[in-house]
C-alpha cells in the first residue's frame, strides 16, 4: 500500500513537498517514482528513481523538483520549488518492482492534488 501527502494549493513560484509512504509487505528489489496527470492529459513521469540508484526528471521539472528516498522508512518523496501553473495536477506515488527473475508489478498511491494558482 502506498499512502502520499503534502498536496495543496499555492501560489505560482511557490513550494511543496510530497511525500509518500509505502507499507505492508514490499519486495526488496523495487524503484519508486512520482507520476502526474492533469485534466484531460495523460498520466507522465515526474521524477523517478533507476534500479540503479540514478534519478531521472521531465524535461519540465528539472532545476526545480528533486526526489529523494529513505529506503529505512519506505518512503520516497517529492520537493518541489519554482512551482508553476501548469505543474497543476494529480500526483501519484509509484512503486514498480524489478525482480530477478519473474514479471514486474507496478503499485499507485491514491493521488494527491496539486493546484498551483498564477
Known amino acids: 500500500q502506498l499512502q502520499a501527502s503534502g498536496g495543496g494549493l499555492v501560489q505560482a513560484g511557490g513550494s511543496l513537498r510530497l511525500s509518500c509512504v509505502a507499507s505492508?509487505?514490499?519486495?526488496?528489489?523495487?524503484?519508486m517514482a512520482w507520476y502526474r496527470q492533469a485534466p484531460g492529459d495523460q498520466r507522465e513521469l515526474v521524477a523517478g528513481?533507476?534500479?540503479?540508484?540514478?534519478?531521472k526528471y521531465a524535461d519540465s521539472v528539472k532545476g526545480r523538483f528533486t526526489i529523494s528516498r529513505d529506503n529505512a522508512k519506505n518512503m520516497v518523496a517529492l520537493q518541489m520549488n519554482n512551482l508553476k501553473p501548469e505543474d497543476t495536477a494529480v500526483y501519484y506515488c509509484?512503486?514498480?518492482?524489478?525482480?530477478?527473475?519473474?514479471?514486474?508489478?507496478?503499485?499507485w498511491g491514491q493521488g494527491t492534488q496539486v493546484t498551483v494558482s498564477s
Open positions: 509509484n512503486l514498480k518492482t524489478v525482480p530477478i527473475i519473474g514479471r514486474s508489478y507496478n503499485y
Open positions: 505492508g509487505s514490499i519486495p526488496r528489489r523495487n524503484v
Open positions: 528513481f533507476t534500479s540503479d540508484d540514478a534519478t
